[in-house]
């Protein structure tokens, strides 16, 4: 997916110093996060991705010297080429969608976020989950999107008639899934840490 990858090899590139302390899904969440404000501090930017002060600084650092951040008065927007590099993301991954009062994933906090006809198959789902857990969060469950309906990799052929819940209505409303779409479904006791996890999670079928 060549606009992911331009992301990730522009803020993935080693700098002179300590390396740094964030991850693929904190560059990621930040982007995103940016693309879907008018306008955000850096702080509030901070704590909407998860990373600390210096860590932003140096995101922010590499996405404005790449030409798809800047900062005013109103805090940190994208440019033109962002907006075309987070439209371009956006038709491979999701924006991520809170999900309340679940009981099909673990986790206070919920999220969902969908792939788009990934090029990865999908095992088992072992890989997602175990990404999501990495960075913290309490687990992540993979639905494949089969002759239309949600189904489980190695079970329900039919997760809306076995697992009956309000969040699939949610789920297809919001996500607009089609036919070879992934859905990850994270739960974590902080937002934060479940948008991550799911985040880590799609990138293995990225």
């Not at 819940?165 to 859905?183: M, Y």
Request: proline share 5%; net charge positive.
């Amino acid at each position: 997916m060549p606009a992911l990858s331009a992301l990730l090899k522009v803020v993935e590139r080693r700098e002179p110093g300590p390396s740094p302390v964030f991850g693929r899904e904190h560059a990621l969440l930040a982007f995103l996060t940016i693309g879907a404000a008018d306008g955000i501090g850096r702080q509030a930017l901070a704590r909407s991705s998860g990373l600390g002060e210096g860590s932003i600084r140096t995101v922010l650092r590499k996405l404005t010297a790449a030409g798809w951040v800047e900062a005013d008065a109103q805090g940190c927007h994208l440019t033109g080429p962002g907006r075309r590099l987070h439209a371009s993301i956006l038709r491979s991954v999701s924006s991520i969608v809170p999900v309340r009062d679940s009981k099909l994933a673990v986790g206070e906090s919920q999220v969902a976020v969908l792939v788009r006809s990934p090029d990865s198959s999908v095992a088992n789902g072992l890989e997602q989950r175990d990404s999501a857990i990495r960075v913290g969060a309490s687990g992540a469950t993979t639905y494949l999107i089969r002759a239309g309906k949600f189904a489980m990799p190695g079970g329900s052929s039919d997760c809306e008639r076995d697992y009956p819940s309000p969040v699939w209505s949610l789920l297809r409303s919001r996500l607009e899934a089609a036919e070879g779409d992934v859905v990850i479904l994270c739960g974590a006791r902080r937002e934060t840490t479940a948008k991550l996890g799911a985040l880590a999670a799609a990138l293995t079928l990225l």
